[in-house]
């Protein structure tokens, strides 16, 4: 029996286009993409082996890229971290495997996100377009993030919910200005205790941080709706979108 590759398909024009590479050796994955995803505003080329992507990464570098962890000639993980050497193209990872460790694995060795199979195609072209905000965001783009009434301002480190002024510790805020930095990407918790403390705390030190982060961030901690948890992997920032 097959295994189910869609749920939840919608329709959804979108005005500019993005070029993705889709590197996956399942002909259907790729057939359903470049069906629907340029509904969704993106230009789609593809790849059935690690080889022929490194090749169109030469020949015609995309905006992002969609990477299927099980290639028949290239171990995925080592095919995401190779990329990573040679460009800055946000990488999101499609697989079937969900195992934190290698989720946790290929967020570490560099992929702006991670999607598991079966998967809703509205879902994934948000998470591709976030992946792409990001880029441009370390590029150059204003530092500055809102989503509803929180609005952080890392230039002028200032962060307001509504009309309220919010004050934070320099840890504290060193932490907020990572997510921000990485708005909509899954931070996992090594990369948090390596960016903030150079890995000379643990995890459990981190998630004292979080836990007063999101005192002063949100309206209810208990129930955060700006910086979530991803269960054994880490925190994420929640964009507008």
């Given at each position: 029996?097959?295994?189910?590759?869609?749920?939840?398909?919608?329709?959804?024009?979108?005005?500019?286009?993005?070029k993705?590479?889709?590197?996956?050796?399942?002909?259907?994955?790729?057939?359903?993409?470049?069906?629907?995803?340029?509904?969704?505003?993106?230009?789609?080329?593809?790849?059935?082996t690690?080889?022929?992507?490194?090749?169109?990464l030469?020949?015609?570098?995309?905006?992002?890229?969609?990477?299927?962890?099980?290639?028949?000639?290239?171990?995925?993980?080592?095919?995401?971290?190779?990329?990573?050497?040679?460009?800055?193209?946000?990488?999101?990872v499609?697989?079937?495997t969900n195992?934190?460790?290698?989720?946790?694995?290929?967020?570490?060795?560099?992929?702006?996100?991670?999607?598991?199979?079966?998967?809703?195609?509205?879902?994934?072209?948000?998470?591709?377009?976030?992946?792409?905000?990001?880029?441009?965001?370390?590029?150059?783009?204003a530092?500055v993030?809102?989503?509803?009434?929180?609005?952080?301002?890392?230039v002028?480190?200032?962060?307001?919910?509504?009309?309220?002024?919010?004050?934070?510790?320099?840890?504290?805020?060193?932490?907020?200005?990572?997510?921000?930095?990485?708005?909509?990407?899954?931070?996992?918790?090594?990369?948090?205790?390596?960016?903030?403390?150079?890995?000379?705390?643990?995890?459990?030190?981190?998630?004292?941080?979080?836990?007063?982060?999101?005192?002063?961030?949100?309206?209810?901690?208990?129930?955060?709706?700006?910086?979530?948890?991803?269960?054994?992997?880490?925190?994420?920032?929640?964009?507008?979108d």
């Amino acid at each position: 029996m097959a295994r189910p590759v869609l749920r939840g398909l919608r329709s959804a024009m979108t005005g500019t286009s993005t070029k993705v590479l889709v590197i996956d050796d399942d002909r259907l994955i790729r057939r359903l993409l470049r069906s629907v995803l340029p509904q969704r505003g993106f230009i789609v080329s593809e790849a059935e082996t690690g080889g022929a992507a490194l090749k169109l990464l030469q020949s015609d570098p995309p905006d992002v890229i969609i990477l299927d962890l099980g290639l028949p000639d290239f171990n995925g993980l080592a095919l995401l971290r190779h990329i990573r050497t040679e460009t800055s193209i946000p990488i999101v990872v499609l697989s079937y495997t969900n195992a934190t460790g290698t989720k946790v694995e290929a967020l570490d060795g560099g992929a702006s996100d991670y999607v598991t199979k079966p998967f809703h195609v509205d879902e994934l072209a948000a998470r591709l377009h976030v992946a792409v905000r990001h880029r441009l965001q370390r590029q150059g783009a204003a530092p500055v993030f809102r989503n509803g009434e929180l609005s952080i301002d890392l230039v002028r480190r200032r962060i307001k919910r509504g009309a309220t002024d919010i004050r934070l510790s320099p840890t504290e805020f060193a932490i907020v200005r990572l997510l921000v930095m990485s708005a909509g990407k899954v931070l996992t918790h090594d990369q948090v205790l390596r960016d903030i403390w150079n890995r000379r705390r643990n995890i459990d030190y981190l998630r004292v941080y979080m836990r007063q982060v999101r005192k002063r961030l949100e309206v209810d901690p208990g129930n955060p709706q700006y910086i979530l948890t991803v269960p054994g992997v880490g925190y994420q920032l929640q964009t507008a979108d």
